[in-house]
């Protein structure tokens, strides 16, 4: 049985092993809801995911030792001035738990670490459970919608949430 404590942590370059099994797990689960692919990951030397444990914003959650969940923030170059939760991922076990707001939780106070007063996504349309989630944790739909870059069949609704 599971313990129902769990730890969510900013993660580091430490963290390359635990993200990059973390983020396969994620691209393998739900394929649709990444812009990457488990195929083009699952290549990824070592060194390159210590350089991504270090360039990446991100949390890792964790419930007796093993990581049960991610989440990633930046800044996004098409629209500048914004701040951006991407790649959240919790393992099925863990979902339902509090694991996830608790990772957006994290994600926001990243954003205003940096005087952020927004925090934006984008959710791919057909994922309806992850939808459902954001409107829970308060992210509005703005209206624009855009294809996904390695796949335009997927459509991304953007979404945003006050932090003010």
């Known amino acids: 049985m599971q313990s129902s404590t769990f730890v969510v942590r900013r993660g580091s370059p430490r963290d390359a092993s635990a993200l990059r099994t973390i983020r396969l797990d994620a691209l393998l689960d739900t394929p649709d809801a990444y812009g990457s692919t488990f195929e083009a990951e699952c290549t990824w030397s070592d060194e390159r995911w210590r350089e991504a444990a270090g360039k990446w914003h991100f949390f890792l959650a964790e419930r007796d030792g093993d990581v049960v969940g991610m989440v990633s923030g930046g800044l996004n170059d098409h629209y500048p001035g914004t701040h951006w939760l991407y790649a959240m991922y919790v393992a099925p076990p863990s979902r339902g738990s509090g694991v996830a707001q608790e990772l957006?939780?994290?994600?926001?106070?990243?954003a205003k670490e940096?005087?952020?007063t927004s925090l934006y996504l984008h959710v791919t349309e057909s994922v309806a459970r992850a939808r459902a989630f954001y409107e829970k944790c308060g992210f509005e739909e703005t209206g624009t919608v855009i294809t996904m870059d390695r796949d335009p069949s997927l459509r991304l609704l953007t979404m945003v949430k006050s932090l003010a």
Do not use: L, M, N, Q
């Open 104 to 110: 957006v939780a994290a994600t926001c106070a990243w």
């Open 114 to 116: 940096r005087d952020a």
